[in-house]
């Protein structure tokens, strides 16, 4: 009986435990879907700047184009998607229809990402001496260090799994590759929007200002969706795993595992929900205190 009520409390902690651990690690994904929204925040405050002033012909122009220049490579980006499902379809049949909103996703947020990167420097006249913004001015550092310790953990999460043979195919190199390559593009974009030099009108400063606002914020975020949803997806699998194979002794290995594994996808989920009300361009109509 002193052996059997031993085990009872042994079981009872460990289901506390499993609990509390289980919310602590879904804290991180809620702090991240917080952070988000003041982004938003921020966002909103530079596209007010733009309606309070009227700028020159070029700015004008440059929103133009910049508009139009983005609506063609996220067209583009969803072509990509629609043909990889497509070809998804052909190679593997009936087996490809849980690929579909991955393969799509995937293509849109290249879409987002190659028309961040791609973008055309505007042509107005530039500041002389060469004025820069920090780049603590055009996106939070808390959220450009957390994308980057996302697709970190990522991919050594994928590197794990890869190595124990538990991840393999054309899977591994998915899960591998694409983070990687949107988390490179992401940093050029950065770096891009980072090093160009202010223009000289100061009715186009509020208009610079809200394009790399725009660009950092949407290139940070399909990057962290990129690598958050593969994230979630491999915590819960190696969760899983690690659960059928948990004796009857209490394990915390497996309640973390998951845990964090949904708190990710959560995570991803809000950000991409954020990154798609972001894909409208900044404009600029007359301004808010015009008679």
Known sequence: ???????????????????????????????????????????AVASAAVEFTEPSAEGAATLRRQAAHGRRWRLLGLLLGVVGIVGSVVVLAEASVFLWLPVLAVGLLA??????????????ALASPARRPRQAEQVSGWLLWTMRAVVLAEL??????????????????????????????????????????????????????????????????????????PFGTLLLRAGLDQGERVSESFDVLPVALVAGGFSALAAGIAVAGFLLSWLRPVRSSAPALAG
Do not use: K, Q
Not at 111 to 124: D, F, K, Q, Y
């Open 156 to 229: 050594v999460t994928a590197g794990s799994l890869w190595s124990s043979g538990n991840l393999g195919g054309a899977a591994a190199w998915a899960v591998v590759g694409v983070p990687l390559l949107a988390w490179l593009l992401a940093e050029a974009t950065l770096l891009r929007a980072l090093l160009r030099p202010m223009p000289a009108d100061g009715a186009d400063v509020p208009v610079d200002e809200a394009l790399r606002t725009w660009t950092a914020h949407l290139v940070v975020a399909a990057a962290s969706v990129t690598a958050l949803l």
């Open 1 to 43: 009986m002193a052996v059997s009520s031993d085990r009872t409390t042994i079981n009872t902690v460990g289901r506390l435990i499993a609990v509390v651990v289980f919310v602590a690690l879904l804290v991180p994904g809620v702090l991240l879907a917080r952070a988000w929204g003041l982004a938003a925040g921020r966002r």
């Open 111 to 124: 879409g987002v990402l190659l028309a961040e990167v791609t973008r055309p420097r505007p042509r107005w």
